[in-house]
Each structure stands twice: as structure tokens, then as C-alpha cells.
């Protein structure tokens, strides 16, 4: 009697397996966010389109492959030694300038050695960032590790980053070099892991605010940013964060940031390929995350880092836009 109860709980066992291995591979279907459940149709897999899902099980590891671009406040002005620590497998770093032989583990200060004098970005004050805390958070959320390429400097208003210019042809040149990495290292059996979805997170636009960029013209450049990423290096969503405020006595200057922010915001509700994932910037004056004239803690940093990775996953994983 024993001996056939235990038989009977093996074979259902062994049939649990097997029907679970067939649901592998539903959760990333292809370069696509994952739509909301939900409807007549929120219980079919996403890429068959059958329920139960027929898909074959999913083979290797899903990264998704992300570009952090935009000026200082990007590339970072905290303190890396009290910054998030990536946990192992967690994020990557591929370093397209400096070493694009392997991936490194992500660690601030983040984009420190891609630097390209051909491009004109190369700065020598990543002091800590904003981009291990986003990693973490996104990890938490989605268990799917970022691969992070860096191509920030500060200073640069956007006409620097536009699509005719030498630094967004590095940034192309950049993320398609770590697509191709990774393929190759995948297809020599090197390593198992495989590019999910590319994405861009953009912080960018006090320089603008400086000089005064019109929001017109602001928009239009950073819609011909937004469309050569998509087209150029397949980015699924570009994701943008706000800038923050002027800390200083320039009522002008800070009508000017408050053009540029809400140029940006309005472009994203706009806009089907950009999304806003964190307008805590513009708070951090007054919560005391300011450490100079344009800068912020690397508190601040963390912040923002982790309300957009969180954003950021809320996307990926629901197909909808964050409420900020």
C-alpha cells in the first residue's frame, strides 16, 4: 500500500515538472514589455497566445540591456563609498570604451573609465551615482539582471546628444557593441546570457535650463533622440527623469528649469516610447539632497535610483506607465 501511494505521489510529481517546464520562457516574450493581465484575453501567454501557454521552455539567462545617458547628474556627483552595493548577478557593467571583452560587475562609481576623447565624452568627476540603487530595485522587482552601458558627461546641453552628432553616434556605437558581446558570447558558449529588451534612461536638460533652450526646441531635439534610439539600437521605451531645480538666486534661470521639466513630462504622457519613472528631483532642494548649485548626495542619488528602477520594472512588467 505504501509502496503505490509513494508511486502514485512520484508520477504526479514528475507530471508538476513537466507542466511547469512548458510555462518557462512565458515571462519575457521577446522585446516587448509584458501587456497587464486582465480581459478576455489576460490568461493567454503573450508570445503563443494559447492558454495553458505552449511555448517551448526558454534556454539561457534574460538581461536586459540598458543605456544611462545625459550630463552630471547622470553620470553622478555623490560619494561611491557610501553608495548601494550590487549583489552578485545582479547588474552588469560593459565597458564599450575602456575593455569590451567582458562584463563587469556593476559597481559605483559607474561609467568611470568610458571615457572617449573621439566624442567628446570624457569627463574625469563620476564620484558615485544614481545607477547601482536603480539596478537593485529593478532586480527586486523583475529577477531579470540589467547589463548598464554608460555615455554621460556634464555639461552638455541637447543639442550635444542629438541624432546628427558625434555623441549619440558613440552611445549607438556603445549599446550595439554590447548586443554583440553578448550574442557572441552566448553563441561560443561563454556564457548563457541573452539580451531580453534594450532600453535608454535619460537624465538630462540643466544645461538647457542655463541657457535658456526653448521648450519647443528641447522637445523636438529630444524626439529625434528618442526615435533614432528606438531605431538605431532598438530601444524598446526610452525612460526619462526629470531634472530638479537651480539652487540659487536666478528667478530666470529657475523659470527656465521649470520649462525644460515640464517639457519633458509633457512629452512622455504624450508619447507611447518614453515614459517619466521618478520626478523626485525637483523635491530635493527642499529636502536637503542638494550639495551645490546643480548637484545632489549621493542620498539624493539613491533615492531617485530607487524610485526609478522601480518605475522603471512597474513598466516592464505591466506594459503601463508609472504614476509619478
Known amino acids: 500500500m505504501k509502496k503505490g501511494f509513494i508511486l502514485m505521489l512520484i508520477a504526479a510529481l514528475l507530471l508538476t515538472m513537466t507542466f511547469g517546464t512548458l510555462l518557462m520562457g512565458c515571462d519575457t516574450p521577446g522585446d516587448d514589455p509584458v501587456p497587464p493581465s486582465g480581459g478576455d484575453d489576460g490568461d493567454k501567454c503573450p508570445t503563443c497566445g494559447k492558454n495553458p501557454c505552449e ?5 539561457g539567462t534574460s538581461i536586459d540591456l540598458v ?5 552630471s547628474n547622470m553620470a553622478g556627483r555623490g560619494d561611491a563609498t557610501t553608495a548601494t552595493q550590487v549583489a552578485e548577478g545582479h547588474a552588469y557593467e ?31 568627476t563620476k564620484t558615485g551615482s544614481m545607477v547601482s540603487a536603480f539596478c537593485e530595485a529593478y532586480y527586486a522587482v523583475t529577477n531579470t539582471p540589467i547589463v548598464g552601458v554608460s555615455c554621460s558627461k556634464g555639461g552638455q ?44 534612461v535619460w537624465l538630462q536638460g540643466e544645461s538647457d535650463g542655463d541657457v535658456g533652450t526653448t521648450a519647443a526646441d528641447y522637445t523636438a531635439t529630444l524626439d529625434r ?3 533614432g534610439f528606438k531605431q538605431d539600437i532598438g530601444a524598446a521605451q526610452t525612460f526619462i527623469i526629470p531634472i530638479g531645480v537651480y539652487n540659487g538666486k ?18 512622455c504622457e504624450g508619447n507611447a516610447d518614453a515614459t517619466v519613472i521618478s520626478n523626485l528631483l525637483v523635491d530635493f532642494l527642499d529636502l536637503g539632497y542638494m550639495k551645490d548649485q546643480f548637484h545632489f548626495t549621493q542620498e539624493g542619488y539613491e533615492l531617485v535610483g530607487y524610485e526609478a528602477g522601480t518605475n522603471m520594472a512597474h513598466f516592464v512588467t505591466t506594459g503601463t506607465k508609472p504614476e509619478c
Open 67 to 71: 543605456l544611462f545617458i545625459g550630463q
Open 55 to 59: 511555448c517551448p521552455a526558454d534556454e
Open 94 to 124: 560593459f565597458r564599450a570604451i575602456s575593455d569590451p571583452t567582458k562584463l563587469y560587475h556593476l559597481a559605483e562609481p559607474f561609467g568611470v573609465n568610458e571615457n572617449n576623447e573621439t566624442s567628446g565624452i570624457t569627463e574625469t
Open 157 to 200: 546641453k541637447i543639442s550635444v546628444f542629438d541624432t546628427d552628432g558625434a555623441a549619440y553616434a558613440d552611445a549607438v556605437a556603445r549599446v550595439n557593441s554590447a548586443k554583440d558581446f553578448i550574442a557572441q558570447e552566448y553563441a561560443n558558449g561563454n556564457s548563457d546570457m541573452k539580451v531580453r529588451n534594450t532600453y535608454v
Open 250 to 267: 536666478d528667478d530666470a534661470r529657475n523659470a527656465n528649469y521649470t520649462a525644460i521639466r515640464d517639457a519633458q513630462k509633457a512629452y
Open 225 to 227: 533622440i528618442v526615435k
